[in-house]
């Protein structure tokens, strides 16, 4: 089959198009045939092999997968003799291991059906990103209607699901983003959008709930924008250095026990519950997948220049 293949870590060039064998099924895994694949920052993670803790869990020297991407939308061609939930034919969507290529493997229970509403290339855009927002609104930062939240990094991936979503649970959401991404969020629901390149989140407003999404701020600037007994959810590495990229999440446990409001990291998780929590939303018409660009499967490279350039608006995706 046709494949995206890395040998080792580094930037864009470590990518190539190769010819490897289709992957077999254990027990409890499904093989699914790729329709699309969506990309993300933790696939620039497994690209470049930072922050350096990271790798291990994913190969010290190269990558133990030579295949990247998790995200995938498609039909399963083959399930494991312990899989109950799905057969061949099946359209679902998730996280699986190598899904830039024309087949991946994945867990039976990081898989659900994929939405009715939705085209497997608007179904890839969802699963990290999608599960990331609302486990951070959700579950990490108890959002409740009639709450105040702050969403930094309101266009990307995650943020374009976070903003949605916390306007379905019923919540007065304030987005941060640069200029030209300003309509976008607006056009997500946003009831206010602040320009970064012009103000400052920490102008005297509070928030019950903020989620920096891969942001770069201080904590004691978050603090400042957070309501004396308000939640911080921290999503994401960037900036946090390349040896563990957890700087500010780990200042951030540090300082919890001594404050009154709630900091805290969200711990990644990939579980069908939460994508089945997203189809609820996604076919009830509260939640749609942002798609910024598509890339055939040879372009992936320029894919992820495109998202590490900072201008991506939602969801970058990949077809196969």
Not at 151 to 172: D, N, P, R, T
Not at 202 to 224: F, H, K, M, P
Request: glycine share 12%; proline share 4%.
């Amino acid at each position: 089959m046709k494949a995206i293949l890395q040998d080792a870590y580094g930037a864009r060039d470590v990518w190539r198009v190769g010819e490897i064998a289709v992957p077999q099924v254990t027990d409890k895994e499904v093989l699914v045939k790729v329709q699309a694949a969506g990309l993300d920052r933790g696939t620039w993670h497994l690209m470049t092999g930072l922050p350096y803790l990271g790798r291990l869990a994913f190969g010290l020297r190269r990558p133990k997968n030579p295949v990247p991407g998790r995200d995938l939308a498609g039909t399963v061609a083959a399930v494991g003799s312990a899989v109950t939930k799905f057969a061949v034919g099946d359209a679902v969507f998730g996280v699986g291991s190598g899904s830039f290529a024309e087949y991946a493997i994945a867990i039976e229970d990081k898989l659900a059906r994929a939405p009715a509403n939705v085209t497997a290339t608007q179904a890839a855009a969802v699963p990290i990103s999608g599960m990331t927002a609302i486990r951070a609104l959700h579950d990490a930062g108890h959002l409740a209607p009639g709450q105040r939240v702050l969403i930094v990094g309101a266009s990307g991936g995650v943020g374009s699901y976070a903003v949605q979503l916390a306007k379905a649970f019923g919540s007065h959401v304030t987005g941060v983003c640069s200029t030209a991404k300003i309509d976008l969020v607006r056009s997500l629901g946003a009831d206010r959008v602040i320009d970064y390149t012009h103000d400052d989140f920490a102008d005297g407003t509070r928030y019950d709930l903020i989620l920096d999404i891969g942001g770069s701020s201080s904590l004691s600037r978050l603090r400042r924008a957070l309501s004396p007994r308000g939640t911080l959810v921290i999503v994401g590495g960037e900036g946090g250095g390349n040896l563990t990229g957890m700087g500010r999440q780990l200042r951030a446990l540090a300082l919890a026990p001594f404050v009154r409001q709630r900091l805290t990291p969200l711990v990644p998780k990939e579980h069908h519950a939460d994508l089945e929590r997203l189809t609820a939303y996604i076919e009830a018409g509260n939640v749609t997948p942002i798609i910024d660009r598509t890339y055939p499967l040879d372009q992936a490279a320029d894919a992820m220049q495109r998202l590490i350039a900072g201008q991506v608006r939602g969801k970058i995706t990949i077809t196969t």
